[in-house]
């Protein structure tokens, strides 16, 4: 995709998961494509029922598309240091300008009901409107009960179970069963304002709803936020960018971030590889607060973290890789089987049966991102450390030896996965400081012995000597992208000979340029995947520590691109056609850019006393 100037409309029934932009409120987003379709958004919050989705069904899953008639070019840009979305359409007859967002005021949007706020503006020429309003809550499975009624000031939707109203700078035309449909003329100077909200039985006057005032408060909240951050390095319009999506994807009341705020955009098109990302993941909770760090941002990452272990009495008996956003346990799988799937990708999935799993990592990245909150945040307290702490160390050591599913989630069988015995190695080693720093020498003692029974087998069982590399688990001789993390981690050195033969072993195995797969193993899954970007971050990250500077700026380089217009990124890419897969946008790839672009950042300001060992 040209990342500047684009062509409208669209011309298929799917657009690129690229092709969109996100706006949100920090307790849900809408995804707007380029040529002003929402076509994605699941209210109040991130994991509710969506009331668009033609993401995923084109005809059945509902839209709400604003944009003006004809064919033309459109410019798609976040206003600066914020998250609020301006769309700029022009052809020879007219420009016309659309400005999305979802309110944020400050110290009122926790208790706000969600807005969606769209300001269509003619500031050149003349133009028709194309108004085209498809609710379908409930995952688009209450159409048939669904009432829709017309109002002085709008109208409003009512289901079973939501209630939502559309209020208007003009009056709404074209009203049908199914919702509102119309176009209008557009004038040079016109400015009209439609709002949507959520949680309402009768629409107000649009004038009640305040857009101006909330536009300008949420561009200062953002603002604001972005005003706070530390960084200094290089890339840094990318690395805000990334940081803002990040805080677009963390559910203000709680703190926790969701792993993406879709659900089963596919991994491969037309294959089965679709799942539900709208929950928070332990480790990408951790993982965020080391980006946050890097940032200069203080409690966010940890308070998620904090909020989860005071809020649960027996959380270290059953932890979980990940929860609702709320912290909720109970997450079952579901297949919404009237639903065709992106691309007819299906099937569609919402919950994640991977809540159950057995995910040995979870138990380092938790006691990590505590470590961190000891040392720099929050604190650990006494109380945490015997509640939580000490009981999870000891669950490490009675759980390490033991096979589990792993980082990728592996849904066919347990295994022994060299990434997760690193990580309980981790999560001890943490425990242990954090044993150290609240006077508990005797406890650090007895997790070290088993510290070091851990490093030796995953020496010794998790290294292929036919390979030269460390590989994915005990029983096989596949290799795996996470262990890419091993140094950044503090597992092994990144000057270590065995790490550096691992890295060229896994660009030259799972690479395809500067993309990596994160695996190349059967999974009991049918068709491939695509490149999983934050491997591509890792490798960048690990190369600068290793000392190959070059190598990792032209490798961090060449990941950018895979960026869309707007700076956002997917979870995969298709490394035949640079176009995004799965779930978007994903905060594990701006988690890892961000990470990268400060170690690449470490490495070059360290140059004047090291050389560049890039062969």
């Not at 600066?80 to 007219?94: A, F, G, I, M, W």
């Not at 409690?299 to 932890?319: C, F, K, R, V």
């Not at 036919?466 to 994915?472: D, E, G, P, S, T």
Request: aromatic share 12%; net charge neutral; glycine share 8%.
């Amino acid at each position: 995709m040209d990342k500047g100037v684009l062509a409208f409309p669209i011309g298929s029934r799917y657009k690129p998961i690229e092709s969109y932009g996100v706006i949100g409120n920090k307790r849900t987003v809408c995804l707007v494509s380029y040529d002003g379709s929402i076509d994605w958004c699941c209210l109040p919050d991130f994991d509710s029922a969506s009331v668009f989705a033609s993401i995923l069904d084109w005809e059945k899953g509902g839209h709400w598309l604003i944009r003006p008639m004809g064919e033309g070019y459109v410019r798609q840009r976040y206003v600066e240091d914020t998250n609020v979305l301006l769309t700029r359409y022009y052809n020879s007859d007219y420009t016309v300008e659309v400005t999305d967002f979802m309110p944020i005021v400050e110290d009122e949007y926790l208790k706000a009901l969600p807005e969606i706020h769209r300001i269509v503006r003619c500031v050149r020429g003349s133009a028709k409107l194309i108004f085209d309003f498809q609710p379908r809550p409930g995952y688009a499975r209450h159409t048939a009960n669904m009432d829709l009624r017309v109002h002085r000031s709008g109208v409003s939707v009512r289901t079973h179970t939501d209630e939502l109203v559309l209020s208007s700078t003009r009056r709404l035309e074209g009203v049908g069963q199914g919702g509102v449909k119309f176009t209008a003329p557009l004038e040079k100077g016109d400015r009209e304002v439609f709002v949507l909200s959520y949680g309402e039985a009768e629409p107000r006057a649009v004038g009640e709803y305040e857009t101006a005032e909330k536009l300008r408060e949420t561009k200062r909240f953002w603002r604001d936020w972005v005003g706070e951050l530390k960084y200094s390095g290089a890339w840094r319009k990318q690395v805000v960018r990334s940081a803002l999506t990040l805080n677009l994807l963390t559910y203000m009341p709680t703190g926790a971030i969701v792993a993406a705020p879709t659900t089963s955009l596919p991994e491969a098109v037309g294959g089965e590889r679709n799942w539900d990302y709208r929950f928070s993941w332990i480790r990408d909770s951790a993982f965020s607060l080391w980006a946050f760090h890097v940032l200069g941002v203080r409690g966010m990452g940890e308070q998620y973290l904090h909020w989860l272990i005071e809020n649960n009495p027996a959380l270290d008996l059953q932890l979980q890789p990940l929860y609702t956003v709320r912290g909720e346990a109970h997450i079952p799988e579901e297949i919404l089987e009237h639903l065709e799937g992106y691309m007819g990708s299906g099937p569609v999935r919402v919950g994640n049966a991977a809540s159950k799993q057995f995910q040995q990592d979870v138990y380092g990245t938790i006691l990590d991102a505590l470590y961190f909150s000891a040392k720099h945040g929050k604190g650990v307290s006494h109380e945490t450390y015997y509640r939580f702490v000490k009981p999870l160390a000891n669950l490490v050591v009675e759980n390490w030896p033991k096979p589990g599913n792993g980082i990728w989630e592996f849904r066919d069988r347990l295994r022994h996965f060299v990434y997760s015995k690193v990580w309980c190695y981790i999560a001890l080693d943490r425990a242990s400081r954090i044993a150290l720093y609240l006077g508990h020498p005797e406890d650090a003692a007895a997790w070290k012995g088993v510290m070091m029974k851990i490093r030796d087998e995953v020496l010794e069982k998790g290294w292929s000597g036919r390979k030269k590399a460390f590989k994915m688990d005990y029983e096989s001789d596949e290799l795996d992208a996470a262990n890419l993390l091993m140094p950044l981690v503090g597992f092994i050195s990144a000057k270590d000979e065995r790490f550096k033969s691992t890295v060229d072993s896994t660009m030259k195995e799972l690479g395809r340029g500067v993309l990596l797969y994160r695996y190349r193993v059967e999974d009991g899954l049918r068709g491939r995947e695509g490149c999983f970007l934050v491997c591509s971050f890792w490798l960048a990250a690990s190369l600068a520590r290793m000392g190959r500077l070059r190598e990792a700026r032209r490798v961090f380089s060449k990941l950018l691109k895979y960026a869309n217009h707007l700076g956002l990124f997917s979870e995969e890419v298709d490394p035949d056609t640079g176009s995004a897969l799965g779930n978007f946008p994903q905060a594990f790839s701006h988690m890892g850019l961000i990470v990268a672009a400060e170690e690449i950042n470490k490495a070059s300001r360290s140059r004047g006393g090291l050389r560049d060992t890039e062969s």
